[in-house]
């Protein structure tokens, strides 16, 4: 078992906003508690008092519905549902305590419904995770604590540094914003190489950014690669044991803005490397084939890699706001030997404020690919060679074709803190089996920000 390199004066750090959100929910209690003039106004009055005084709390609601219209698995007409809420806390620690450029930030989410289509009616019951329908689905319902770091600028905000428990979408590979339903197609693509964490999981890290130049910056850092922060007792656990080794991830950042000034991009590319051991996919112990020596362990390999980008670029502005107008997205990432999706890809269009009398609507329309690794892929042929004849087994399923989903949807902006976003879906080769009828899913998304 190896040790992570990530310090243990980390925990000192958890104290500190452990404290510090202590010190804020008395203090918010009390600024409450006074006469106002109405519910809504009260609301409103109470956070900018708190945000004056350094105290900011941000609250999200978001729901996704999926229907099976045809095609999956199951051909059933099925109706899954999911939601989430999540609390994100921020603390000026100037304004709290003079320490200036200095911030906490702790976010709680709820997860709700572990309902998710994909793996009801939409995925074979043998094909292990690749995409999903409701990108908010993931590790049950159930409470977690997120997020809780301390996060300090240096030399003219040129330097940043967090160290807490974090995850990864706070710092590294965000250009593009999580506003699909589909999960391939929200969001970014380093999580795929399943040793860090996005959202609602965290794991004890420290991350550091540099903007040596106006327009570039680099990234780095080391987070604890743990798999025991997904279960539920750690859900809000701040010491736990079963580190596996250290992650450290390294990212460099392009923030051009061309069009005189008016088309901002994001270009970020990125690699992780992990020392943590894995289990080879295709060779046994003995460096042969796994299905002809299936009494042995897998081979074992010490260090895992994986490259990613995440590009975004604004190529028009229309609109009173200045990120009205076409955003064109590309992301994508490539494992190693250890990942069982080996390619994974996403592209499209992002258009807030599409039509005048909607200004603040937006439309999206993108598509996903995922190809599995081939020698995941021929290890499960070899064994269906050496198993045909022999009674009793049971092929295993083969997922040799690319998993190609699209996307399509259209985002009403009810009020300032209300959307209501309804979707199309068409799954092609769901989790890559040729087998499995290609599908049409319906999706129905609400979010509420307040």
Known sequence: MKKSTVSAGLNAISALGAMVLFVASANAFAEGSSEQKSVLDNVSDWRQSM?????????????????????GYTDDRATKYIDQFHFKFNFDLNKIAGIQDAEIDALIVNRNHDDNLTY?????????????TQESHGRGSIWRLGLLSYRQAFFDQKLKIR????????????ATPCDFQTLMLCGGKSANNGIWYNWNVGQWGVSAQYKFAPEWTVKTGLYDQNPRREDRNQAFSLFTSG????????E??????????????????GATYSNADYNDLYLASNNQPQALFPHLAPKVHS??????????QQITQQGAASTDGMHLFFTGGIGDRSKIVKYNYSAGIRYPGIFSQRPKDSFGIGVSYAKLNNDYINNARLSNQLGA?????????IRDSAEVVGEVYYNFQVTPAISIQPGL?????????SQTEDAYVVGLKLMANF
Not at 60 to 71: E, H, I, N, W
Not at 164 to 169: E, F, H, R, T
Not at 425 to 433: D, F, H, L, S
Request: cysteine-free.
């Open 425 to 433: 879906q068409y799954w092609t080769n769901p989790a890559g089996v």
């Open 243 to 250: 580190s596996k080794g250290t992650v450290i991830p390294l």
């Open 303 to 312: 260090d895992q890699e994986f490259l990613y980008w995440n590009f975004t």
């Open 389 to 397: 004849g022999v009674a009793g087994f049971n092929p295993v399923l």
């Open 163 to 174: 160290a807490g428990l974090i995850n990864k979408v706070w710092d590294f590979d965000n």
């Open 120 to 132: 009801s009616d939409l995925y074979d019951p043998q094909a292990p995770f690749v995409n999903s």
């Open 252 to 269: 460099l950042e392009y923030r051009p803005v061309f069009g005189n000034g008016k088309l901002p991009g994001i270009y970020q590319l």
């Open 51 to 71: 945000q004056d005084k350094g105290y900011k709390l941000d609250f999200g609601y978001v729901s996704q519905t999926a229907y099976l219209a045809k095609g």
